[in-house]
């Protein structure tokens, strides 16, 4: 007799084409770029995975996700939306994962349970892990991260920036309420009070 064994992997659903939260204006103008256009938004947009938000000079965009999480992004910033695990039996258990090119911007998560991370933003220099968390971050032009902690912990993987085609870690911190943690430049990876 032959016996077969199957195994079954089971993951939450990845949202692709569906509508996956809300960008507003809340000062100047911003652009989307979707399946390789660019569209100049002037009030208010629905998101979808793989969308890149742009806000040039002068410019503040307010996102506010549909498991409840909320991004506000500062003029000169960059961000592409990678992926948004959908968690069927409580949405506000999704995983939102970002890409922050550029610039600056203020996450409030709101976790309910588990353990898994609820939002990871990637940056050049690191990956930032946030569950429950009230944090901003910030690049610079070379890649330099700052994750602030404005409440609770946030978890910071550091890559090595002299790598560019490696992502892999050499450091993990948690930042804690009230201290800054700054991945890059010269393989500096610290931790400081604000």
């Known amino acids: 007799a032959i016996v077969f064994a199957l195994t079954l992997k089971i993951a939450p659903p990845e949202m692709t084409n569906a509508f996956i939260g809300e960008a507003t204006i809340t000062q100047g103008i911003f652009t989307v770029e979707r ?6 938004v002037h009030d208010h947009i ?31 910033t960059i961000i592409k939306i990678d992926s948004f695990l959908l968690n069927t039996p409580n949405i506000k258990n ?24 609820k939002m990871q933003i990637q940056t050049p220099t690191s990956l930032i892990e946030a569950k429950n968390s009230d944090f901003q971050v910030s690049v610079d032009t070379e890649g330099k991260t700052e994750v602030t902690a404005i409440t609770n912990a946030v978890t910071v993987k550091a890559f ?3 790598k560019k085609m490696s992502k892999k870690i050499i450091a993990q911190v948690q930042a804690v309420q009230g201290y800054k943690v700054t991945t890059g430049g010269k393989l500096q990876n610290t931790a400081s009070p604000l």
Request: charged content about 20%.
């Open 46 to 76: 629905q998101l979808l995975v793989g969308d890149t938000l742009s806000t040039p000079t002068g410019s503040e965009v307010s996102i506010r996700f549909i498991d409840d999480s909320t991004s506000i992004l500062f003029p000169e």
């Open 160 to 162: 090595d920036p002299t």
């Open 35 to 40: 399946n390789a256009q660019k569209q100049t």
């Open 94 to 117: 999704s995983l939102l994962a970002l890409t922050l090119q550029k610039g600056e911007m203020h996450n409030d998560t709101n976790k309910q349970d588990g353990d898994l991370a």
